[in-house]
Nanobody
């Protein structure tokens, strides 16, 4: 299983970015998907998660600025980030629980991370 994240970059305060993460491999389906972030010197933290049925949950720090969505047909999760702040600067990681085709087990997987830098 591979999770390929993309869409990070450098943006000014108040700007927007859209992250994408595609899950590929020998899978039956993808269950909950989410985005986490890790700023320099800090622990990785939850940003947002979304169920297979599309129910989102957000960290309080991003709830009114970020939107998580998914396309089950494409095994892809998105994170639309608006009104970005310097404190949003971090490496953003996608995560997914995947039902494996061969083993029939549900396992969690991480993407490689994509850097978001918000400059003031």
């Amino acid at each position: 299983v591979q999770l390929q994240a993309s869409g990070g970059g450098l943006v000014q305060v108040g700007g927007s970015l859209r992250l994408s993460c595609v899950v590929s491999g020998s899978i039956l389906f993808v269950n909950d998907m989410g985005w986490y972030r890790q700023a320099p010197g800090k622990q990785r933290e939850l940003v947002a998660v979304i169920s297979r049925g599309g129910t989102p949950n957000y960290s309080a720090s991003v709830e009114d600025r970020f939107t998580i969505s998914r396309d089950n047909a494409k095994n892809t999760v998105y994170l639309q980030m608006n009104s970005l702040k310097p404190e949003d600067t971090a490496v953003y990681y996608c995560h997914a629980y995947v039902l494996m085709r061969v083993s029939g087990t549900m396992d969690g997987y991480w993407g490689q991370g994509t850097l978001v830098t918000v400059s003031s």
